[in-house]
């Protein structure tokens, strides 16, 4: 299934005392190019996420968004050394009487007194949150893939619409070709008949006349290489591959044998449908900016 550039994704969930939110989102661009807003703590993640995205992800500007916030999880501990803290008030008690002074201790006398209480940072399960983080953000991406895939589905469809209208216009200057060679032929006659007279008219001279003019305007090769190329254009897109850079060479191709047949026109009815050909190709042109 055919994938458009552009998506959106986004994922919510409370898991083991955090809560964590990812937001996934892309725009056209010819590779893969990644960036992202992670909290400071979390900045080290960074290469396992772009890791993650891009195993699912060819081309594409993606920008991934993520916030973590903790509703239960402890970080940090206090750690009371009650023995320290005895013999800061023993030695207080001792000292008091003979420098004359009150041995009363408040619990914030304590707090300034060295080590006896230590701030410890508790360690992190890491294994633990990388599978937390890793299940909110694999969520986000199936729904962003999810919107890609909907949004590759409405361009496929416009891409194949287009494309019939190409064929039937190919088809129709396959018709009027040959007409035009006929026509120039009866023009050439009979402006001969005017001149000469019809007894004087040499007839091999209008049929080597009327080949060189077919020669030159005829596009044979090229309807059949259009229809070859409108042909592989359906298979593409029915590709689960990428194929967004092979569509833009094919459609390379088929404005290239459309500007040929421009080219050798003769025919009014071929220049016009020549016109409306390379308008279409064109919005086909803008639509598979966006495939992957």
């Known amino acids: 299934m055919i994938r458009s550039m552009t998506g959106f994704g986004r994922e919510q969930a409370v898991i083991n005392g955090r809560e964590i939110i990812a937001e996934i989102r892309s725009v056209n661009h010819k590779f893969f190019e990644f960036s992202s807003k992670l909290p400071r703590n979390y900045q080290y993640l960074e290469p396992k996420l772009k890791t993650m995205l891009k195993e699912k992800i060819t081309r594409g500007k993606v920008e991934l968004s993520l916030l973590v916030y903790n509703i239960d999880v402890k970080d940090t501990s206090v750690k009371v050394n009650e023995q320290v803290a005895s013999q800061y008030i ?80 190919v088809s129709k200057v396959e018709i009027y ?49 259009l229809h070859s190329h409108l042909s592989q254009l359906r298979s593409m897109l029915d590709s689960d591959k990428e194929i967004g850079r092979k569509l833009d060479f094919l459609v390379q191709e088929i404005n290239r044998e459309t500007n040929t047949i421009g080219s050798k026109a003769a025919d009014i009815r071929i220049t016009r449908l020549v016109v409306d050909m390379k308008s279409e190709i064109e919005k086909i042109r803008e639509q598979i900016q966006n495939i992957e």
Do not use: H
Not at 180 to 185: C, E, G, L, P, W
Not at 194 to 220: C, M, N, P, W, Y
């Open 177 to 225: 070709s040959p007409e035009s060679t006929a026509a120039y032929r009866k023009k050439l006659e009979d402006k001969l008949k005017e001149i000469l007279g019809s007894s004087d008219i040499d007839e091999q001279r209008i049929l080597t006349e009327a080949a060189i003019f077919s020669e030159k305007t005829a596009v044979d090769e090229e309807t059949v290489r």
């Open 90 to 169: 023993e030695a207080i008690r001792t000292i008091a009487p003979d420098l004359g002074i009150t041995d009363d201790l408040s619990a914030s006398d304590l707090f300034r007194i060295p080590d006896v209480f230590t701030v410890i940072k508790e360690e992190t399960d890491e294994e633990q949150l990388w599978a937390d983080i890793s299940s909110v953000v694999g969520s986000a991406l199936d729904k962003f893939i999810t919107m890609r895939e909907t949004e590759g589905a409405a361009l496929k469809a416009d891409v194949l619409e287009k494309a019939d209208v190409i064929e039937d216009m």
